[in-house]
C-alpha cells in the first residue's frame, strides 16, 4: 500500500510492506468506503424438494420433504448488517369435486437459531366456483421476501399450507412435480 504525507519539504511518501498490515487493524474498521459496493451476493443455498402431500385441513400443515420430516432450508449469514432474500416457487393445486369452494393458503415462516418461527407471508390460492360443480386450480406459487435479521445465527424457512371448506390442497402432486427455495446472503 503507497502512502503520501503532504507537508512539503517534510513530505513522506512510500509502501507499506503487506506483512506489516494486520488483520487486527482491519477489524477496527467501522464503515467502508463509498468506492466499495454493498448489495453484492456472499451465499446462496439452495433446495429442491419432490415429497408429494395432500391435506383437507383447515389448520395450516407444514410442508415435508419426507414422511414426518419438516421441509426446512437455512442460510448462515457471514456478519449482522447482511440481509437476506428468500425465492420460492411452490408448485400446488387445489381440487374440490361436487362443490364449489376450492381454496386454500401458502405460508411463508422463517426463524433465526434455535428461535421460534413466525410467519412472514402468506398468500390465499384457489378459486370459487358459484356453479356449484366442481373445480380445480393447479399453479405454482411464489414467494420474495427480504429480511434483515440482524445476527450470525442460521436462518431457516419453512413453508406451511391449508385447505378452505373441504378442498384438497396438494403440494407437488405425488412427487411428480417440484418445489424449490433459494436464500441469498446480500452484504449491507
Not at 373445480?135 to 421476501?145: D, E, K, N
Request: charged share 10%; hydrophobic share 35%; net charge negative.
Amino acid at each position: 500500500m503507497a502512502i503520501t504525507r503532504l507537508g512539503g519539504a517534510n513530505a513522506i511518501s512510500g509502501t507499506i510492506p503487506q506483512g506489516n498490515i494486520a488483520n487486527a487493524s482491519l477489524g477496527a474498521v467501522t464503515a467502508l468506503p463509498a468506492a466499495i459496493p454493498t448489495g453484492v451476493i456472499l451465499q446462496v443455498v439452495s433446495s429442491e424438494n419432490d415429497y408429494g402431500q395432500n391435506t383437507t385441513s383447515g389448520t395450516a400443515t407444514d410442508v415435508l420433504s419426507a414422511s414426518g420430516t419438516t421441509w426446512e432450508t437455512a442460510i448462515t449469514p457471514s456478519a449482522t448488517s447482511s440481509k437476506i432474500i428468500i425465492a420460492s416457487n411452490l408448485y400446488t393445486y387445489w381440487e374440490n369435486n361436487g362443490s364449489s369452494n376450492n381454496r386454500g393458503e401458502i405460508e411463508l415462516h422463517y426463524k433465526v437459531g434455535s428461535g421460534s418461527y413466525s410467519e412472514l407471508q402468506a398468500g390465499q390460492v384457489g378459486n370459487y366456483d358459484y356453479g356449484g360443480s366442481g373445480v380445480q386450480a393447479r399453479m405454482r406459487h411464489s414467494f420474495h421476501y427480504l429480511v434483515s435479521p440482524s445476527t450470525t445465527s442460521a436462518v431457516t424457512v419453512k413453508f406451511k399450507f391449508s385447505s378452505a371448506g373441504s378442498a384438497t390442497c396438494v403440494i407437488n402432486e405425488s412427487g411428480n412435480s417440484d418445489s424449490n427455495v433459494t436464500l441469498y446472503e446480500v452484504a449491507g
